[in-house]
């Protein structure tokens, strides 16, 4: 029996970058599962990084860290959120990786006596590494990142030209997003942009079949008209993609503007009618909210939301499965650290308090103030990563006596390295791809916050780091009322943390957002936010009842409810 050939549908971008593209291939994928065909999606990024792992997140943003251990784009969450899909290193791939496979196969002699040139050898690899991820599924979307015109994305575009020809124009299609603004000067939007975002498509040799049109106003018939004419795409082909209020909500509008129709046409697929009842409750559920939690994400990466993207829609989905609408207050440690008092008034404001991943010192010691207020405070607390760590040195310090404890990676020389360098690491040379990445095993302790939340003793997780829990400590926090509630069986590695004498105070090495989707909250984030709605709910019921206290890691004293 011959081997199931995918249909691909490959998605490009014009006029401006941040479009939404990752979103549109996510929902198209969404789309398509919704009438019963199995989808896989890949992200094609055109940077020479062989990886995003050694950007900084200020540049890049989130990195997703797949099971089998690849650093890739954000955008594969929005994939694995939107979709069943469980990708892998073979759905992210970017010129730097093709280039290094070229080159490897030069100094092999693969192409000896040959001149090794970007066509055919690199447009060559490009098609191999698509169609290789793209084997045992109905569809492959395929996203091909950056913008139209920009140089470092001309061998990508060459090589999709190529492949639709080499697999049959009714197996492939091409799908446009680009802007339509809305000008307020003029009091009308214009197609302009997108007319010049097609005519640079097709000078290289692609006309799109479908436009998605980013626009935050509908577009009338004259207008889809207008672009249908002057892009040579037909009237129905030319999708309005509007800006909506909750990115959930984008599959079921596109779906109503008959996009999911319009691919199986152009792909000539028979499928089953699309079942969309489970968005449409999703939907539903987000527009009656009930209640309202406050939620301080105390990191140094706030001023740019997607270095958090998958932590913030975490929280999003913990959230919708508690009925309850979580207000997110980003902190900056830094501030915090230097006493700012506006930074320090939005923490106090908060119903839980949750610190993320990160690398590096800065901003570490207001991590650390953030972490001894929720604790004294009995505040619901959520350390994630390099979160877990700072808490760990955090109770070392102030409930353990341990006054010069820290991370080695910040102070080598240390007197009590409660977190240190795992062994592994130690002759580790390069940065890229060498941390500890991917799922692995953990076990929880029975009678712990982390066993109440999953529910089962044995789960797996998703990790990314270089360093752990210094085990040489462990009895030492125990008897002062920390507990390991999660160890990995197969090296002693601790993998979840809590405290005794606290409501709520968890923190996990690994990164429980990489696998929470808005249908399946993780039970992580499900349980947190159970919690901050208990502070919340104790504070409107006890408003008229104030005590004036002072605290150790603010300036001034505080107002709390008791």
Known sequence: MSEKRAKYIFVSGGVISSLGKGLASASIGALLEARGLSVTIQKLDPYINVDPGTM?????????????????????????????CTLSRFNNFTTGQVYDAVITKERRGDYLGGTVQVIPHITDEIKNKIIQASQGFDVSIVEIGGTVGDIESLPFLEAIRQLRIEVGHENAIFIHLTLVPFIEAAGEVKTK?????????????????????????????????????????????????????????VPLCFHQEGLDEKIIQKLKMWTAAPRLQHWKKLIEKINHLEKKVIISVVGKYVHLKDSYKSLNEALFHGGIANHTHVHLEFIDSEKLEQGDEAQWSALRSADGVLVPGGFGERGCEGKIDAIAWARENQIP?????????????????????????????????????????????????????????????????????????????????????????????????????????????????????????????????????????????????????????????????????????????SKTAEEIFV
């Open 381 to 553: 607390f959520f350390g994630i990563c390099l979160g877990m760590q700072m808490a760990v040195i955090e109770f070392a310090r102030h409930s353990a006596g341990l006054k010069d404890a820290n991370s080695a990676e910040f102070n080598e020389k240390t007197k009590h390295p409660v977190i240190h360098l795992m062994e592994d690491q130690k002759l580790r040379r390069e940065k890229g791809g060498t941390m500890r990445l991917g799922t692995y095993d953990c076990v929880l302790k029975k009678s712990t916050k982390a066993y109440a939340a999953y529910h089962r003793e044995k789960i797996q997780e998703r990790h990314r780091h270089r360093y752990e829990f210094n085990n040489a400590y462990r009895k030492d926090l125990e008897a002062r009322g920390m507990i390991f509630s999660g160890i990995n069986p197969q090296t002693g590695l601790i993998e979840m943390m809590e405290l005794k004498n606290h409501p709520w105070f968890v923190g996990c090495q690994f990164h429980p957002e990489f696998k929470s989707k808005p249908m399946k909250a993780h039970p992580l984030f499900i349980s947190f936010i159970q919690e901050a709605l208990k502070i919340r709910s104790l504070k409107e019921s006890k408003k008229s009842k104030v005590v004036r206290i002072g605290l150790k890691n």
């Open 56 to 84: 900084s997140p200020f540049q890049h943003g989130e990195v997703f860290v797949t099971d089998d251990g690849a650093e890739t784009d954000l955008d594969l969450g929005h994939y694995e959120r939107f979709t069943h």
């Open 193 to 249: 942009p997108t007319q010049h975002s097609v005519k640079a498509l097709r000078e290289i040799g692609i006309q799109p079949d479908i436009l998605l049109c980013r626009t935050n106003q509908a577009l009338s018939e004259g207008i889809k008209s207008k672009i249908a004419l002057f892009c040579n795409v037909e009237r129905d082909s030319v999708i309005t993609a509007l800006t909506v209020d909750t990115i959930y909500a």
